[in-house]
């Protein structure tokens, strides 16, 4: 469980085992764990997953990095500190969503190897955690700027930015890479969708394929 500083407290567990909701959910709960550069298309990619996953009747979630910190992480600033304490959090979060046999998707830049491998630690069984590297040279990254972050960044009005003034580290064993400068959206969701099919998480009916029903979701 790892230390806590309050010591008089009891872990208290649930008359409804993990296997039972995943019974009534029809198919297993999992981390996909998006990482890369502010740009690559996590968010992009973290919905566009979501939407199919629901649209075929999955219970499914997807916690983004912005929306934790207006929230939940809303005491955390950019420092290497700060950034391990922030993906802790959402990593206990996560885990709790695949325990209740959601298929979480969280969209999250963690650039440091070892936050992530921390958060693949910390959940309760070997295949909860699916690191998916959301792969995207920093020039085009930079190109995209969606937010006019990196623009900020070369300005100096954003110290510490992944990339720029901070490191990011590539996963080095990624269960999934998804190459967003050489794919589409609907591409690389198909690359998702077939990971979670082929590792058991998730089933297709026998009458149709990934591919006919990726499409029309995306």
């Not at 930079?142 to 006019?148: A, L, T, V, Y």
Request: hydrophobic share 35%; net charge negative; proline share 4%.
């Amino acid at each position: 469980m790892g230390d806590t500083k309050s010591k008089n407290i009891t872990w208290v567990h649930s008359h409804i085992g993990r296997e039972d909701r995943e019974d009534r959910r029809g198919h297993r709960g999992v981390v996909l764990w998006f990482t890369g550069l502010s740009g690559s298309g996590k968010s992009t990619l973290a919905l566009a997953v979501e939407r199919y996953l629901f649209e075929h009747g999955h219970f499914t979630y997807v916690l983004d990095g912005d929306n934790v910190r207006h929230g939940l992480n809303r005491d955390l600033g950019f420092s290497h500190e700060d950034r391990t304490e922030n993906i802790r959090r959402i990593g206990e979060v996560a885990k709790l969503f695949a325990e209740a046999g959601a298929i979480v998707a969280t969209a999250f830049i963690s650039p440091y190897r070892e936050d992530r491998d921390s958060v693949r630690r910390v959940m309760s069984r070997d295949g909860d955690f699916r690191e998916v590297f959301v792969s995207c040279p920093l020039e085009v990254c930079e190109e995209r700027d969606p937010k006019g972050l990196y623009k900020k960044a070369r300005a100096g009005e954003i110290p510490n930015f992944t990339g720029i003034g901070a490191p990011y580290e590539e996963p080095e064993v990624p269960e999934l890479v998804l190459e967003t400068h050489q794919h589409d959206v609907e591409a690389c969701v198909l690359q998702v969708v077939r990971h979670l099919e082929e590792n058991g998480y998730i089933t297709v009916p026998e009458n149709e394929s990934a591919e006919e029903t990726t499409g029309a979701a995306v």
